[in-house]
């Protein structure tokens, strides 16, 4: 199968230059030279904790979430409750925070000792190869290495204990070149260390099937997504640990410390679809991403053109079911909605303030995006066709025809009651 713009990323301390004919994240996405790093104080998740309004509008979800969890609401009952609380205690024991940098589960120091033989005589893909294989078996769906730009790095992370943001700097930056392990300084700096230039990016699926997703807007899906990061948790602790272990640095983050779409992509795994989400072209929308940044070699394959943002132009699927017209009928953009979006880089925009009131609406993350996208399939082998089709001849008409059949097929109604979810089918 012909496989186009599958091409390897170059960090920003490099340059644009594409000497090798290959293609990145900020290439694909056209970002300006006027790009600034993004400031994790401005992701609409960290405005919750510092920002009043959005802090108060955040605290109202909660309280909707209890009235129709008593009304016994479908997608609410104790069921749906019981999945969301039993995921988040994990999450609570670990100490988990998606946000939060250098949390227990996403320690910037190791608590191993590293092998006594000392750094593996490995070339990237042979390293690549077992970091693969560990990611699997410490519990990832998907894996996929990227070469680190810096520009989707945070210029700052925010900390919501403090709430301040701190500055992230490498140590090629005047004063931090003593740093040769990610380190935390006394004034909330961090650093990390110029020699780490590799990402394992992983992805965790809501669920094993479309019922990860089938349920939004409900608690239900809630769960189903808390669930997926109590899986990424405990992949990252023990991956980021079994890199050290061979005698190389590893952060693991998760939504913390730098902008996890971007890296995806640089990493093969996917476009940033219409919703403004991380398509997969096997599992669509329903994914979570996370990282660990390291200075072991690995072999970076690039990113792949899957022919999504094309299909995205003939689609918008997504853009009806949106309960609050979060979501553009019109053109990509690199002018930012606010400041929660990145400005400089040519993608859709959504509108996180829109998105994060309706939720209250609904009592749930919502994700009725994520559930309506055209690529969000159960994992049959038949999509391999289509996807075929998309990714090798963008055409219009044709895309526009994938669309109109997807929908006489009957994909993507919303006629799931919440008893299916639990019912078992096979052993
Ligand atoms: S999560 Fe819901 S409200 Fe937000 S963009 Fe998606 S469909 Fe719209
Ligand atoms: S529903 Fe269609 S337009 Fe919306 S993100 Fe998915 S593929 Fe793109």
């Known amino acids: ?89 994990l999450l609570s024991l670990m100490d988990f925070s998606k946000n939060q940098a250098d949390a227990p589960a996403t320690a910037w120091q190791s608590k191993v000792e590293p092998s006594p033989t000392g750094r593996p005589d490995t070339s990237p893909k042979e390293a690549s190869q077992i970091v693969r294989k560990a990611a699997h078996l410490f519990g990832a769906d998907q894996v996929g290495f990227a070469e680190l730009d810096r520009r989707w790095v945070y210029s700052h ?38 020699e780490m230039t590799n990402v394992v990016v992983l992805l965790h699926e809501w669920g094993k099937d479309v019922d990860g997703t089938d349920h939004a807007p409900t608690l239900l899906t809630e769960g189903l997504s808390t669930l997926a990061y109590a899986r990424m948790a405990p992949t990252l602790w023990m991956l980021a640990e079994f890199i050290r272990g061979l005698g190389y640095n590893a952060i693991p983050a998760a939504n913390d410390t730098a902008l996890s779409i971007p890296l995806a992509v640089d990493a093969g795994l996917g476009q940033v679809g219409r919703h403004g989400l991380l398509i997969n072209p096997k599992v669509g929308a329903r994914c979570r991403i996370s990282k660990i940044f390291t200075d072991l070699p690995l072999e970076a394959l690039g990113a792949i053109d899957s022919g999504i943002t094309e299909f995205c132009n003939a689609c918008l699927k997504c853009v009806p079911k ?99 979810f639990w019912v078992v089918r096979g052993n």
Request: with cysteine.
């Open 1 to 89: 199968m012909n496989i186009k713009l599958r091409r390897k990323a170059k960090p920003q301390s490099q340059g644009d230059s594409d000497t090798n004919g290959r293609v990145t994240a900020a290439e694909m996405y056209q970002v300006q030279e006027s790009y600034v790093r993004f400031n994790q104080r401005d992701h609409m998740g960290s405005q919750m904790v510092w920002e009043a309004q959005a802090k108060a509008e955040r605290d109202k979800l909660k309280v909707k979430q209890r009235q129709l969890t008593d009304k016994g609401r479908a997608g609410f009952e104790a069921t749906a409750w019981s999945l969301d609380s039993a995921a988040d205690s």
């Open 322 to 420: 949106c309960g609050t017209q979060a979501i553009t009928t019109g053109n990509r953009s690199f002018e930012a909605l606010d400041e929660s979006n990145a400005s400089g880089v040519f993608t859709w925009k959504v509108d996180a303030k829109k998105c994060m009131t309706f939720q209250n609406r609904v009592g749930s993350t919502c994700s009725t995006c994520v559930r309506r996208c055209a690529w969000t399939k159960p994992p049959l082998k038949i999509y391999a066709v289509p996807r075929f089709f998309i990714r090798n001849f963008k055409w219009r008409w044709l895309n526009k025809s994938w669309v109109w059949l997807d929908d006489r097929l009957g994909h993507g109604k919303f006629d799931k009651q919440a008893d299916d």
């Open 157 to 194: 992370y925010f900390d919501s204990e403090t709430k301040k943001d701190y500055p992230i700097k490498f140590s090629d930056e005047p004063g931090y070149e003593q740093y040769k392990h990610p380190i935390r300084l006394e004034d909330g700096t961090r650093v990390i260390p110029k």
